[in-house]
């Protein structure tokens, strides 16, 4: 065990003595990673808030665990004393995804849950608006699935300039066409 | 009323917006320069002006928005037919044997009214600010600007821009020189009049997207346009004719409303913008200060 | 018979018929109070140019009820204002509780004050005195329970100025034996100096507190918002006059304007009314600063009506005959532009059941009338030129620089500058601007609510290009009651010694250049495009219901920034400190006066013992 | 209706009035916008020609799009290009105008800008160089001079299509309508 990480290791002794089913993993110096189940995870966050010293919110993520069937929810905490980045991963089922809104606990958190829910179609409980965001009215499959064909989608709804249809360097076009040479660039070595 | 005095009467206004409107070219020329860039040509403003003109299409919010543009041109031309204009040999006196200063003082603020309600029915809020905020500067600068004509009548015991003008009989016995604290208040105060840099509250393109006229495409940005060199015209005159003795001929008329002119631009071009409260009591310091002066040592 | 007293035994007959009468049907009472008040002021017209007197003997007391040019002057804006008023109340009493109270209270008050007009002596004066005060309070009072501050302020206020009033008579009895106005200007001289100080300072007490002096107003901008506005109307436009009419009768009829012989003069005015012309500049510019800031329509009115009874004030204390006529044609200005802004909110109250700038707005389309009304209104308040405004504050302007009173003249055009703030705040928050939903149905007030005002926006047009008659009716009352010589004036043109200034041209000028701006500007192009309420410049941006676009709310946001240091202070706030202060102090008294019969007792023995040990002293 | 146009169109005082007389308005789209301040300030210096920024749709002339269009915005520069008054111009700028650019198969930018508002002149490059706009502008003046940038005459003719594009990719058609 490297002696820089003796922080991290507290932590982590810390929180499995709270909550024993929470995977911890010290990644790297300063870095924590915590697995964590759904069910209860308002309460997991606000004993890192409260007791932990995680105050800062930093973000929420999502990835499409398309072939597991998943989505994995990530908050990045930030504690401000110890200088650690806690970042909490949730798993929750593709098809029924939902999970409780932290925006009593960071008012900020909502702005993030409205994006997730608006790119991913999470379920957000207790969320005061889920409105559009960044999109308006959009009806189709929400796009940062990995399920959702952007190109298809692209095809059916916006008219393509003619030359575009193979997605080319142009220049390898206009060679061809009118016999323009290329010209070389110097290459980094 | 002669024939030539309505001559006069129908030409002064076209001559004065060109004026105006020359000026304001040749400050946009100005500031290029101190900016180290060409700048457009001096008569770009009057390109503006036809192009505003022949503008196909105008949206209206209703009445008091149509009738705003106009009842300002309208104020700022009453405004000039009470100003005396050229007082040589061939005088222009147009109507100002039939009023004074305070007259004066007061026909000018018709037109800002008029536009401030042509503004409000707009609806756009950005136009009520700009104009809350003019409104706030023009109680801000009037006091110097009053101070400074009080010191003007009681000092000639007249409240006639003719007989201010008939006292100024030589160079030395100009306003600026005998009365150089009036001046300084009243410069002060024509600093916001114009609303050169340091006091663009009201327009303030980036902050409330050009304020008052926000709403105003067309034809009436066009003669709110003329309107804006129109009075910058008569303010000029009417300082030369307080401070700088009057005009004896239209290149006299010229050089000293244009060296009035330079005043504001040469402070405003290397100034940011005030806030508007600033503004405001920017005007109850300094310049009231000096007024007040003048005032004691007018009254001694 | 006499007319004077016909007149006044009609409006008094007609409130308590009224009253009493009916009570059997809406029509009745306002037709008998109305029916009164046009017969009464027919018989007042007839009073036009003589000058009758009405002598009685009462509890061996002369009563004196005269009739001169003054009193004719300030009659025809009673008069006039009252019918007025009365014809608007038609409708917009309608269908509200008490009616005949309210007819009652405002014929009372009317003839209230023709009586104070009329009066003759002292006696009788404050006799009417007290009675409009009280039937005006008793319209204040018409919204019960929300006008009870309001209520019990002017009370107080009033009460205080009745007393100081009441001393001033007592003392001038005292010394002359006689009420009549007469012996009052002849013996005014053999006055002592600290007795004519005592009688100026009781009676300005008297009369500002009605007139709503600086330091005495602060009854004023509740009691106007609260009171119904068709009585606001004339309460600002004509019943504040009353002490505008004391302030004339204090300078130039008690004093016979020979106030310089006893005291000082500084600038050529005597010293009691340099003083006067201070307090109507600075009540001119702080109640129009506290006016500004104002978010009610009435209260800002109110204030507004404050700073330009100021004016009036300040042209009466210059004494010289160009700023007492800029005062009296400054009154009729108030009374009509007052009369006409206060009944064009009334109307908006009306139909939209507030008068909050932040809740109103954009109804000019809805209310084009009113709009029109209120248009001219500030424009007059404001004394830009080409409407009667201007002439008055000309003339005021003219007076104040010919005597070379220039600190006075910098804060009276520093708050003409600031009026035109109230004014924009005024107009815009109600008819400009974003329209709320809920008043997009809203409809123009009746005629008999749209004829009165109309009727007064006409007539600032007519006085804004030809003052002459009333400047003739002007310098009549200066020849023959004040006894100053009237300034010169032609058809339309005022003259002063510094400068003229030719109403007449002006109107033309502007309106042959706007006629023929607008001609040309309306048949160059073809029709511009009417766009909706709503389609303006936001980004892009459709705006949505939940958008506030009415930028109403803390309308000169920067402007009380910068003065802050001078909004905070506040009489109102003084009074009620002082007044508690005072409370404080009277339970102190307590100590003394500790409700027990034994150190009462003891108190006669110790003050017997005091008067038996020095009684020879004091012998 | 068309011959009044057509008048307009062709005077010739009125087109050279326009022509150096270009008020742009300062409406920010995409990566271009920085751009733009290049062009206007002391290096390349628009002023000379004319142009001129203003802070708002109804004064302005010349609509900027600089750069891709994301659906959203669309929405506002369609309501934005609808409240200027007319004569006005739009000028594209940059690939992502043209052809949808390096955005080419993004789900939420549009790929072509004359299909939903009448263009004038395109610029090209990712991005174009102050050089490259300054040039647009010219060739747009040009335009002007002949009276051939009718574009927003072209919009007030086949607004049904228009519409129809732009109803295309904005869903819930909630814009005022466009009535001259």
Known sequence: MDSKLIKEQEIKRNINNAFRSAEVTVVRRRRISVRFRAGILPAFISYLKEYMGFVHLVMISCVDWLEDNQFELVYHLWSYEEHIHAMIKIRLDRDNAQIKSLSSLWPHAETYEREIHEMFGVDFEGHPGLTDLILEDWSDLPPMRRDFDTRAFVAETFEWRKGREDAQDVRQTISARYGETIPEFKKDK | MSPMNIIWMIAMPFIGAAIGLLYIGISRNITARVQNRFGPPPYQNIIDIIKLYSKKTAITHGVMFHLGPVLAITGTISTLMFVPILTGNYPIYLFSFQGDLILLMYIMVFGCLAMALGAGQSGNPNSAIGVSRGLTQMFGYEVPFVIALIILMVRFDTSSVL?????????????????????????????????????????????????????????????????????????????????????????????????????????????????????????????????????????? | MNTIPLILLLLFGSALLAYFVGKINFVLKVGIALAGLLVSSYFFLTLYGLSEKFIFHLAGFELTWQINSLSWFFGMLIFGLGILVAIYSTVYMRGKERVDFYCFALCTTIASMFGIVVSGDLLSFFFFWEIMTWSSFLLVIYYRYEAQTAGIKYFVMSAIGAYSMLIAILMIYARLGSFSFQALSAGW?????????????????????????????????????????????????????????????????????????????????????????????????????????????????????????????????????????????????????????????????????????????????????????????????????????????????????????????????????????????????????????????????????????????????????????????????????????????????????????????????????????????????????????????????????????????????????GVGAVLKRSADRLYMNFASNMEGLFDMMRYIYTGNGQTYVMYVIVFLAFVLAFSSWLI | MNDDLDRQNNNIIANWARKHSLWVLAYGTGCGAIEVPPTMTSRYDAERFGITGMATPRQADVLLITGYLAIKTLKRVIRTYEQMQAPKYVIGFGSCTINGGMYWDSYNTIKRLDDYIPVDIFINGCMPRPEGVIDGFIKLQERIARGQAKGWQHYQENLDWYRANQKKVIKNWTMPDYNW
């Not at chain 2, 006229?213 to 015209?233: D, V, W």
């Not at chain 3, 004509?238 to 004391?246: A, D, H, R, T």
């Not at chain 3, 008690?254 to 500084?266: Q, R």
């Open chain 2, 163 to 300: 007989d201010i003008i008939k006292a100024q009989d030589t160079v030395a016995h100009w306003n600026i020189f005998r009365s150089p604290f009036s001046f300084i208040a009243a410069i002060a105060a024509f600093l916001g009049m114009m609303g050169n840099k340091p006091f663009d509250i009201v327009f303030a393109p980036a902050e409330i997207s050009s304020g008052p006229p926000s709403e105003y495409g067309g034809k009436y940005l066009a003669l709110m346009q003329t309107n804006r060199g129109l009075f910058a015209f008569v303010k000029l005159v009417l300082y030369t004719d307080l401070f700088l003795g009057g005009a004896g001929d239209f290149i006299t008329l010229i050089l000293k409303t244009f060296a009035l002119f330079l005043i504001p631009l040469f402070i405003g071009i290397v100034n940011p913008r005030f806030r508007t409260e600033q503004a405001m009591t920017f005007f109850w310091k300094w310049p009231t200060a000096i007024g007040v002066v003048g005032l004691v040592l007018v009254l001694l």
């Open chain 3, 189 to 561: 001289q053999g006055f002592s100096l600290g007795t004519q100080i005592a009688i100026i300072i009781l009676f300005v007490m008297a009369f500002g507190v009605k007139a709503a002096m600086m330091p005495l107003h602060t009854w004023a901008p509740e009691a106007y918002a609260i009171s119904p506005s068709s009585f606001t109307s004339l309460f600002s436009g004509v019943l504040s006059k009353m002490g505008i009419y004391g302030f004339v009768l204090l300078f130039y009829v008690f004093s016979a304007g020979k106030l310089s012989a006893s005291f000082v003069d500084i600038h050529g005015t005597s010293l009691p009314g340099y003083i006067l012309a201070w307090f109507g500049a600075l009540s001119a510019l702080i109640a129009t600063l506290i006016a500004i800031v104002q978010d009610d329509a009435k209260k800002l009115l109110a204030y507004s009506s404050v700073g330009q009874l100021g004016y009036i004030i300040l042209g009466l204390g210059l004494g010289s005959s160009i700023g007492v006529s800029g005062a009296l044609f400054h009154a009729v200005n108030h009374t009509i532009f007052k009369g006409m802004l206060f009944l064009a909110v009334g109307a908006v109250f009306y139909r939209t059941g507030t008068r909050k700038f932040s809740e109103l707005g954009g109804l000019i389309s809805r209310m084009p009338y009113t709009f029109f009304v209120v248009l001219l209104g500030i424009i007059t308040i404001a004394g830009i030129p080409p409407l009667s405004g201007f002439g008055s504050k000309w003339l005021i302007y003219e007076a104040i620089i010919q005597k070379k009173m220039v600190f006075l003249a910098v804060v009276t055009f520093a708050a003409s500058t600031a009026s035109f703030m109230y004014c924009y705040r005024l107009i815009f928050g109600i008819f400009l601007g974003q329209r709320d939903e809920k008043y997009d149905d809203v409809k123009e007030v009746p005629w008999a609510m749209r004829g009165p005002m109309l009727l007064l926006s006409l007539f600032t047009i007519y006085l804004g290009f030809y003052p002459y008659h009333l400047l003739n009716l002007i310098a009549e009352v200066e020849k023959t009651v004040l006894g100053i010589h009237p300034f010169a004036y032609g058809q339309s043109v005022l003259f002063s010694r510094f400068g003229s200034v030719d109403t007449m041209t002006v109107m033309n000028v502007v309106a042959v250049v706007f006629v023929i701006v607008f001609v040309l500007f309306s048949l160059l192009y073809k029709r511009s495009r009417k766009v909706g309420l709503k389609d303006i410049h936001t980004s892009g941006e459709i705006p949505g219901e939940e958008i506030n676009l009415h930028y109403a709310i803390d309308f000169y946001q920067p402007f009380s920034r």
